[in-house]
């Protein structure tokens, strides 16, 4: 079976433009914890900071799967898109369109493990 590349490539690029807009919304939470002792609190303190760091993980892997999509969408330019990267047999549909920038197939993936 064929992979529709197109149908692919239009997901990807989706997925792209909702994570530069996720990455760009969540710039508030990512910028450093304001150490302003009269207006927050100890505690709420701590708070903001755990969330900054909580933000900060979200950002890098967002940012991974930003990698990981640029590297999907040449994948795509040069027809190898869809196919394992390992026995070089295409990959189930279902598990592309689940997981757009996987490079395994589930047999391989297993492997893996
Ligand atoms: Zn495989």
Redesign the pocket.
Same mark, same amino acid.
């Given at each position: 079976m064929e992979t529709d590349l197109k149908f692919y490539k239009e997901r990807l690029k989706e997925r792209r433009e909702e994570l530069v807009a996720e990455i760009e919304s969540a710039k508030e939470s990512t910028k450093p914890v304001e150490l302003d002792q009269a207006s927050v609190g100890r505690l709420s303190r701590m708070d903001a900071m755990q969330a900054q760091e909580m933000a900060l993980a979200l950002e890098r892997r967002k940012k991974e799967e930003l990698v990981r999509i640029g590297s999907a969408m040449k994948r795509i330019e040069t027809e190898e898109y869809g196919y $394992?990267?390992? @026995?070089?047999?295409p990959?189930a549909p279902k598990r592309l369109e689940f997981l757009l920038t996987v490079l395994? $197939?589930?047999? @391989?993936?297993a492997?893996r493990e």
């Amino acid at each position: 079976m064929e992979t529709d590349l197109k149908f692919y490539k239009e997901r990807l690029k989706e997925r792209r433009e909702e994570l530069v807009a996720e990455i760009e919304s969540a710039k508030e939470s990512t910028k450093p914890v304001e150490l302003d002792q009269a207006s927050v609190g100890r505690l709420s303190r701590m708070d903001a900071m755990q969330a900054q760091e909580m933000a900060l993980a979200l950002e890098r892997r967002k940012k991974e799967e930003l990698v990981r999509i640029g590297s999907a969408m040449k994948r795509i330019e040069t027809e190898e898109y869809g196919y $394992c990267i390992d @026995c070089e047999e295409p990959i189930a549909p279902k598990r592309l369109e689940f997981l757009l920038t996987v490079l395994t $197939c589930v047999e @391989c993936a297993a492997k893996r493990e």
